[in-house]
């Protein structure tokens, strides 16, 4: 599994650019070319953290994860910028096989799962 903080960046070819220290330090690599290289040598899945949307529970990055889904067809699991159940299906529909969430299942309502796989089902797609 490549786990991968990635933020916008006029710098990369893409505009999105691989961080290091919890998206404090960029490191110049397009994060496109890096998703590419990891599927090509063979990574399982790609754990695509969006450090600007992480924390702003305002929704994911749906082009952050459009862009990487067109360079590679291996799982994608989206992470950052979850706030509420009607952000995962904009996340599916861009080209994540899986969504991720932390601080609105730690400090939301008890059943904000259950809110989370209804909105998903809702919107058509598959829930497990």
């Not at 690599?29 to 890096?34: R, S, T, V």
Request: aromatic share 6%.
């Amino acid at each position: 599994m490549l786990s991968l903080d990635a933020r916008r960046s006029p710098d990369t070819p893409s505009g999105f650019e691989v961080t290091t220290h919890g998206g404090r330090r960029g490191t110049g690599i397009d994060a496109l070319d890096w998703c590419r290289e990891a599927s090509e040598r063979g990574v399982g899945e790609i754990l695509l953290n969006s450090i600007d949307a992480d924390g702003t529970k305002e929704g994911f990055d749906t082009e952050m994860i459009s862009a990487v889904r067109a360079v590679t067809s291996v799982p994608l699991i989206a992470s950052g910028g979850a706030g509420e159940p009607a952000h995962f299906p904009p996340a599916i529909a861009a080209g994540a096989d899986a969504v991720l969430a932390a601080s609105m299942f730690h400090f939301g309502p008890d059943d904000m799962i259950a809110q989370v796989k209804d909105a998903i089902r809702a919107a058509g797609y598959p829930v497990r």
